[in-house]
């Protein structure tokens, strides 16, 4: 074939995560020198999302749920900084770093890999008070800021105060928001036997949701026993209930509740990476009908874009931002947006632009469900397995037990796994730690602070 960038076909990854690390991996092992890769991504990291509920309870350490693209691909270009432009009609992409400097990479395959942002809605104050729950910042933001206020709660006699900052909001019952929410209320449980001065009727936990249940990937008793387990534990479940407003932390909800809040954590669906809907900014096109599928790319069975007139040669997408026909669920079903899938799109794009440069048939994206499973803090859990055909729900320990056991064996790098484990060992010996560290977004502020004080000089 014919190379833009040199006797080596070049492959180009936007986007380092689950879909961006495995494809990247995949195409050195199938092909070693034989191919040229570049991987962007904004971060120099890959973020393993599922154990995010875990780091925002504390259960694991922040650095554990990350792989280094630049340990894990060897050989591989990675280059940090924000896609700002696809233009696909000169085969080139617009890369910005933080310093504003602006690179242009040519290839000869693109793998879009971008994954999805938050999907807010036009409620007032959401923009300004609430955080997302899928970058290892924010789960690291949300444990330091329910630990910090219970160290600021047991130090102030104030009732408005301390009440304000012992209420924390969930917006979201999926999988990540239920998650999110059960684990941090285990971690504030725990954290409580050091806190003589606060009881656990002090502490309010929210979880609002606009529909009738929670973890709608699950049966109906396995819904039923997520919301026995949180609401046992004291977690407020509001079901078909809407934020209308949450302006200056104060929320209002359509029940009619109204209260301060310290912490809105918005884990309310996804949509694809924006920059693909953006047609300054893209020449891909993407889906335009609203709904699940709107602004993702369409791909055909073997993860090739698809075009107006068949698909686009040379360009595969997959993961979160691609609209993924699921041919072991049956005709006209879709990949949901899951890590399951998203890993195993990876290599199958990997495969097939290994393929398409030795000139052999494509093959579709073929993968049958292994089930869900979720943890709700220690030693509870909810979910099904798959077993060939045949489903099998499970829940409390067997099902935490599995989900820690699945996801372990998930995360890259044999060295974090033993990392995370040797971590949770060890909170099982000496408990998890209680520190949150607030200052952590601004680590310059005690220096500055001792720089200002003291006697000026005259
Ligand atoms: C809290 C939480 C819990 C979850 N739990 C589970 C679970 O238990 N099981 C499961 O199967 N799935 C789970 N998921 C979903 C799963 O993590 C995602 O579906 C999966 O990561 C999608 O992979 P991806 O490669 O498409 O996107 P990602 O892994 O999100 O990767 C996209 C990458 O693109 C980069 N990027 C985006 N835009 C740009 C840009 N303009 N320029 C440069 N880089 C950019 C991002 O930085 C990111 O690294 C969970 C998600 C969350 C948030």
Redesign the pocket.
């Given at each position: 074939m014919n190379t833009t960038t040199g006797a080596k076909p070049h492959v180009l990854i936007?986007?380092?995560?689950?879909?961006?690390l495995n494809a990247a991996h995949d195409l050195r092992a199938a092909l070693g020198s034989e191919v040229a890769i570049t991987i962007?991504?904004?971060?120099p990291y890959?973020?393993?999302?599922?154990f995010?509920?875990e780091v925002g309870a504390g259960s694991i350490d922040p650095r554990n749920v990350l792989a280094p693209l630049r340990k894990v691909l060897a050989g591989t270009k990675v280059v940090t900084?924000?896609?700002?432009a696809i233009r696909h009609a000169d085969r080139t992409v617009v890369?910005t770093t933080d310093e504003d400097v602006t690179l242009e990479i040519a290839y000869d395959y693109l793998v879009v890999?971008?994954?999805?942002?938050p999907r807010l809605l036009p409620i007032p104050g959401l923009a300004e008070q609430a955080i997302g729950?899928?970058q290892v910042e924010e789960?690291v933001a949300v444990r330091d800021r329910i630990l910090g206020n219970l160290a600021e709660a047991a130090s102030t006699k104030d009732p408005a105060v301390r009440k304000r900052l012992l209420t924390f909001t969930f917006v979201g019952g999926g999988?990540?928001g239920g998650?999110?929410i059960s684990e941090a209320e285990d971690m504030v449980r725990d954290a409580l036997r050091y806190y003589p001065d606060l009881h656990a009727s002090d502490i309010r936990f929210v979880l609002i949701d606009a529909a009738p249940f929670i973890f709608p990937e699950v049966s109906e008793e396995q819904r039923a026993y997520a919301l026995n387990q949180l609401r046992e534990r004291g977690v407020e479940v509001k079901l078909e209930t809407f934020l209308n407003s949450c302006e200056g932390g104060v929320v209002k909800l359509s029940d009619g509740d109204e209260f301060e809040t310290d912490l809105i954590v918005w884990?309310a669906g996804v949509k694809p990476?924006p920059?693909l809907s953006d047609t300054e900014a893209s020449d891909l096109p993407t889906i335009q009908e609203r709904g699940p599928m709107g602004g993702r790319l369409a791909v055909l069975p073997d993860l090739r874009v698809k075009g107006d007139n068949g698909p686009i040669e040379g360009v595969f997408s997959?993961?979160?931002?691609a609209w993924v026909p699921d041919l072991a669920s049956g005709e006209g079903k879709f990949c949901p947006?899951?890590?399951?899938?998203?890993v195993r799109q990876?290599k199958r794009v990997a495969d097939n632009i290994a393929r398409s440069i030795q000139g052999r048939p494509l093959v579709d994206y073929y993968h049958k469900n292994l089930g869900?499973?979720?943890t709700l803090g220690m030693y509870k859990g909810v979910g099904y397995m798959m077993l060939g055909d045949k489903r099998i729900d499970i829940k409390g320990l067997p099902a935490w037990a599995a989900?820690r056991a699945y996801?372990v064996y998930a995360m890259p790098t044999v060295g974090r796994k033993a990392a995370v484990v040797a971590g949770w060992v060890a909170n099982a010996v000496s408990r998890r730690d209680i520190i949150g560290i607030p200052q952590s977004s601004t680590p310059r502020a005690a220096f500055e602070l001792a720089a200002n004080s003291g006697p000026k000089k005259k």
């Open positions: 936007l986007g380092g995560g689950s879909v961006g962007v991504d904004s971060r890959m973020t393993y999302q599922p995010l509920p900084g924000a896609v700002s890369v890999g971008l994954g999805s942002v729950f899928k789960a999988f990540a998650e999110a884990n990476a920059i997959a993961g979160d931002c947006p899951n890590a399951q899938h998203a990876g869900v499973l979720a989900a996801h």
